[in-house]
């Protein structure tokens, strides 16, 4: 069983920086794409950022210069630096993954951390 554990969420002021990580667990082969999705009240589920596992990335909307997503494939992390944070960005934060195990590649959320940015 693959587990993807988000940290890093957290209150922080308009202008602010936080820094997530989602750490994959289980018996992995190997993982191809890992991303960020947020969803904020009231609202659907939206990609952030995605980054295959050469590095190559890819972000929704406006983010690329606010945010960066990066990867350690030696602990099969990815992270998502976030800076000049603006209170539209308050959401809760899930980590998202395409992880091959002995049973085939599937995809894994994780849990979700919550972002909340005011003053």
């Known amino acids: 069983q693959v587990q993807l554990v988000e940290s890093g969420g957290g209150l922080v002021q308009p202008g602010g920086s936080l820094r997530l990580s989602c750490a994959a667990s289980g018996i992995i082969f190997s993982i191809y794409n890992m991303g960020w999705y947020r969803q904020a009240p009231g609202k659907q589920r939206e990609l952030v950022a995605v980054?295959?596992?050469?590095?190559?990335?890819n972000y929704a909307g406006s983010r690329q210069g606010r945010f960066t997503i990066s990867r350690d494939n030696a602990k099969n992390t990815v992270y998502l630096q976030m800076n000049s944070l603006e209170p539209e960005d308050t959401a809760v934060y899930y980590c998202n993954a395409d992880v091959r195990t002995r049973w085939g590649t599937s995809n894994y959320w994780g849990q979700g951390t919550q972002v909340t940015v005011s003053s």
């Open positions: 980054i295959t596992s050469g590095g190559s990335t």
